[in-house]
């Protein structure tokens, strides 16, 4: 175990104003006291590791991160159990990813026990900020940027890892989304960081989302970059769909799409509770037809953030497949997210030891 200097701040929220932020907290608007930081040098390795007050970074104008993007980040939550213990779900698996974003970006790799005890110890020291209504978490952030002072295309020598805290509610308001389905823009491409949660993925995303909120929906999807031809993955989110026959069919990960830590908690949920879940390519055209046929019954989105979001349409400009009456969340996606939800609250038995207690 490595040892955190802890520097509590010195201006922590008044109590009273924290409680009633919790009531119903915006996503990503409202941040804890503290912040854990860790540094590493080429040199020295992972150093000077401490919880600090969150504050601004200070950082020189030929700082790498600014010029070249080694830029990497991770989402995960901390729950508020039905007993009063605080956990996070599956950070091993947060842990892993990060590491691997790293290697893919050519960047110092972290220790994953780091990583894990480094989101521990933030949430122990800022407990009382996280919230305990239906549907409420802490949301995790940690990040890692290269900082070091060169103007040089290289892996950079030096690197910042931060873990930063936000209570938060539902990413998405009840219901059903909409989604937008992007037929020029792509996300990545086969040898690219379609894998690699870094920050590049989502700058190249948000001219689409932008078209999608100009077409009135909510969200995007992006197809495969050769051929524009197979469903990749939403801009944030993976995407699955649900047949008349009962079973879910998602794409394959294969270097494109994010592995979703979501995504694969629910494969292997299904399974569990008799649902066959087939990650084989998905051609869009074959989705609209079947929505309209009845051979799709539902989609839904899954990631961290939104945890699982239903999808009550999908958009081009030949036309929508809406799936069901476009409104009700489906019966699958419903039972899904409860079970998943009933877990990381720790409602129901954890069978596979995802739930890591905290405090």
């Known amino acids: 175990m490595t040892t955190f200097t802890i520097e509590k701040t010195e201006t922590p929220m008044d109590p009273a104003h924290r409680a009633q932020l919790l009531v119903s907290p915006a996503f990503g608007r409202?941040?804890?006291?503290?912040?854990a930081t860790i540094r590493y040098t080429s040199e020295k390795g992972w150093?000077?590791?401490k919880?600090?007050?969150?504050?601004?970074?200070?950082?020189?104008?030929a700082s790498t991160v600014l010029h070249y993007g080694q830029e990497i980040f991770e989402g995960m939550k901390a729950y508020r159990e039905a007993d009063g213990h605080i956990a996070t779900f599956r950070p091993q698996a947060n842990a892993a990813r990060f590491a691997a974003s790293a290697r893919r970006m050519g960047m110092a790799e972290l220790?994953?026990?780091?990583?894990?005890?480094?989101?521990?110890?933030l949430v122990r020291i800022d407990q009382d900020w996280v919230p305990a209504g239906e549907g409420q978490s802490l949301y995790l952030r940690p990040f890692m940027i290269s900082n070091e002072v060169f103007l040089g295309v290289k892996p950079a020598s030096e690197y910042l890892f931060i873990v930063i805290a936000c209570p938060v509610g539902a990413y998405f308001s009840a219901g059903c989304v909409s989604v937008w389905v992007s037929e020029f823009y792509t996300r990545a491409a086969i040898g690219g960081t379609g894998e690699a949660k870094c920050g590049g993925n989502y700058a190249g995303?948000?001219?689409?989302?932008?078209?999608?909120?100009?077409?009135?929906c909510d969200q995007v999807l992006f197809l495969d970059a050769r051929e524009r031809r197979y469903v990749e993955e939403m801009g944030g989110?993976?995407?699955?769909?649900?047949r008349n026959d009962g079973k879910i069919v998602t794409p394959p990960l294969g270097g494109t799409i994010l592995r979703g830590i979501t995504r694969?908690?629910?494969?292997?949920?299904?399974a569990d509770n008799g649902i066959e879940v087939i990650e084989e390519p998905v051609e869009i055209d074959e989705i609209f037809t079947g929505a309209a046929s009845g051979k799709y019954t539902e989609a839904f989105a899954c990631g961290t953030a939104a945890v699982l979001s239903p999808v009550g349409k999908l958009v081009r400009p030949s036309g929508e497949a809406v799936f069901g009456d476009g409104e009700t969340p489906g019966p699958v996606a419903t039972k899904l997210k409860k079970i998943l939800t009933d877990l990381q609250g720790g409602r129901t038995n954890d069978?596979?030891?995802?739930v890591h207690r905290i405090v």
């Open 30 to 35: 409202v941040f804890t006291d503290h912040m």
């Open 47 to 49: 150093h000077d590791a």
């Open 51 to 61: 919880i600090t007050a969150r504050r601004p970074l200070s950082i020189d104008p």
């Open 111 to 121: 220790p994953e026990d780091l990583f894990i005890q480094a989101v521990d110890e």
């Open 205 to 216: 995303s948000l001219v689409a989302q932008a078209e999608a909120k100009e077409k009135g």
């Open 237 to 242: 989110m993976n995407v699955m769909f649900v």
């Open 264 to 270: 694969d908690s629910l494969i292997r949920l299904a």
């Open 351 to 354: 069978a596979h030891g995802w």
